[in-house]
């Protein structure tokens, strides 16, 4: 989705690392949210923001899940120290107008921790 | 907790066929409905969104929603074999944002 960049596409790494995920929204949005899929749990919201600000973090999975969404066009997940029950895909998406509106998502980045 | 439910399949319908989809959540309060479409190894893509009791067409995709029953359905008409993907059904829950069904597999057979 040209909405929505998200870097890296893929990620192998050793647990106990950190690992930093990134969000390029480029379309017109006042919300950005963070979501993990996986096999066994689906797709699962982690965090949202409304103008940057952080609204819901109870999908959160533990204090090792971290964001930040410092301006409008840029927003980080970040995990630390990375363990292998956090591999799964994890998605940016942005909505404009209200958290009842059509989301558009990235493409995602694929995580491995071996 | 907040429930959306739908059947996993795999779904086989024939090529030409109406594929039917449905999705029931727990929610009575949720007022936004969506359907994505996702591809192997792709990103979410959103198809079809409905705010309000009744049928929505777009093309050969029809959403139908039903408050009451806490039902939603999607019907593919004259399905084509790129059709075959996993669709998900997206509720929303206000403050919450949404919730996702795990998806049900489609597969088209030519």
């Known amino acids: 989705d040209a909405g929505v960049i998200q870097s890296p596409r893929h990620e192998v790494t050793e647990m106990g690392q950190e690992v930093t995920l990134r969000c390029k929204p480029i379309?017109?949005?006042?919300?950005l949210f963070w979501y993990r899929q996986t096999m066994m749990r689906g797709l699962e919201l982690l965090i949202y923001f409304n103008n940057n600000v952080p609204i819901d973090d109870s999908g959160m999975p533990e204090d090792r899940f971290s964001a930040k969404m410092p301006n409008a066009s840029f927003s980080t997940l970040k995990i630390q120290p990375s363990e292998p029950r956090d591999s799964a895909v994890y998605f940016c998406a942005i909505s404009q107008g209200g958290t009842g509106q059509p989301q558009h998502f990235g493409d995602g980045t694929r995580l491995s921790i071996l | 907790q907040k429930e959306v439910e739908q059947n996993s399949g795999p779904l086989s319908v024939p090529e030409g066929a109406i594929a039917s989809l449905n999705c029931t959540y727990s929610?009575?309060?949720?007022?936004?409905f969506f359907w994505y479409r996702q591809y192997s190894g792709k990103s979410p893509e959103l198809i079809m969104f409905i705010y309000s009791n009744g049928d929505k067409e777009d093309g050969r995709f029809t959403a139908q929603l039903n408050k009451a029953s806490q039902y939603v359905s999607l019907l593919i008409r004259d399905s084509q074999p790129s059709d075959s993907a996993t669709y998900l059904c997206?509720?929303?829950?206000?403050?919450?944002?949404?919730?996702f069904g795990k998806g049900t597999h489609l597969i088209i057979q030519p």
């Open positions: 929610d009575r309060g949720s007022q936004s």
């Open positions: 997206a509720v929303e829950g206000g403050a919450d944002g949404l919730t």
């Open positions: 379309s017109g949005h006042d919300y």
